[in-house]
């Protein structure tokens, strides 16, 4: 899952500039993305299985195997279990790389209304928000869109309201964990998620989203998501 990193499915605001680095994701279609999340490929319309390999040894790993932050390249790396464990510190590897934690949480104790939701002004009813410690820990936000995601900009000061109303927000890891916001008729669920994860729902989005809504393949590839974030979320116990 190399490449790009997360900016590569990111899509600036119309009016906005690009910031130093962007990489315009309305360039190419990337279906790889689904394929590198679920260990399979596309060839001539069939899907056939694929191995994947350790990005830093090629040794090769199963579909289900951990990533590795290149902090540098704002990417992922597919990685063997040997070559993970080397970057679960935050000085290996001269911070330059970063072990993507399994940690998914959730904090069912206390409920978001949809009116502080909606304060955010996120155009959509899912986003995620994530740290990079190599912008001095500035805090982006970013929705599903057809470009895969789209980054907006948010009212800092309503943040910190969320965050001390909800203490799961402050918790996610720069570079490598993001808060995931959705909203649906069924109220707002929270959750902390691995920044794998993150990349997973772009790649989706980016695949299946039709129309100003998404569509039925977008819609029901969401919720297939959240079904699997839901489950592995441990109950978040506030120090």
């Given at each position: 899952?190399?490449?790009?990193?997360?900016?590569?499915?990111?899509?600036?605001?119309?009016?906005?500039?690009?910031?130093?680095?962007?990489?315009d994701?309305?360039?190419?279609?990337?279906?790889e993305?689904i394929?590198?999340t679920?260990?399979?490929?596309?060839?001539?319309?069939?899907?056939?299985?694929?191995p994947?390999?350790?990005e830093m040894?090629?040794t090769?790993?199963?579909?289900?195997?951990?990533?590795v932050?290149?902090?540098?390249?704002?990417?992922?790396?597919?990685a063997?279990?040997?070559?993970?464990?080397?970057?679960t510190q935050?000085?290996?590897?001269?911070?330059?790389?970063?072990?993507v934690?399994?940690?998914y949480?959730?904090?069912?104790s206390?409920?978001?209304?949809?009116?502080q939701?909606?304060?955010?002004?996120?155009?959509?009813?899912?986003?995620?928000?994530?740290?990079?410690?190599?912008?001095?820990?500035?805090?982006?936000?970013f929705?599903p869109?057809?470009?895969?995601?789209?980054?907006?900009?948010?009212?800092?000061?309503?943040?910190?309201?969320?965050?001390?109303?909800?203490p799961?927000?402050a918790?996610?890891?720069?570079?490598v964990e993001?808060?995931?916001i959705?909203?649906?008729?069924?109220?707002?669920?929270?959750?902390?998620v691995?920044?794998d994860?993150?990349?997973?729902?772009a790649?989706?989005?980016?695949?299946?989203?039709?129309?100003f809504?998404?569509?039925?393949?977008?819609?029901?590839?969401?919720t297939?998501?959240?079904?699997m974030v839901?489950?592995?979320?441990?109950?978040?116990?506030?120090?």
């Amino acid at each position: 899952m190399s490449g790009g990193g997360l900016r590569r499915f990111v899509r600036q605001p119309a009016g906005q500039d690009a910031p130093p680095g962007h990489i315009d994701a309305v360039a190419e279609v990337v279906p790889e993305v689904i394929a590198a999340t679920s260990g399979r490929q596309e060839t001539s319309g069939q899907q056939v299985d694929a191995p994947e390999k350790c990005e830093m040894c090629a040794t090769e790993v199963p579909a289900e195997h951990a990533h590795v932050a290149d902090l540098e390249a704002a990417s992922l790396m597919c990685a063997c279990r040997a070559c993970y464990l080397l970057f679960t510190q935050p000085t290996a590897g001269h911070g330059r790389y970063r072990a993507v934690p399994d940690r998914y949480l959730a904090d069912p104790s206390r409920t978001m209304p949809a009116a502080q939701w909606d304060q955010l002004q996120v155009p959509v009813g899912l986003a995620f928000f994530l740290r990079s410690s190599r912008e001095g820990g500035q805090l982006t936000g970013f929705y599903p869109s057809p470009a895969g995601a789209t980054e907006c900009r948010l009212d800092l000061q309503q943040w910190q309201q969320l965050v001390s109303d909800y203490p799961l927000l402050a918790e996610p890891e720069p570079d490598v964990e993001a808060a995931l916001i959705s909203r649906s008729d069924d109220g707002v669920e929270y959750f902390l998620v691995p920044i794998d994860a993150c990349y997973e729902l772009a790649g989706r989005m980016r695949l299946y989203w039709r129309g100003f809504d998404g569509g039925t393949d977008a819609r029901r590839s969401i919720t297939d998501f959240l079904d699997m974030v839901r489950p592995r979320a441990r109950i978040y116990q506030e120090a």
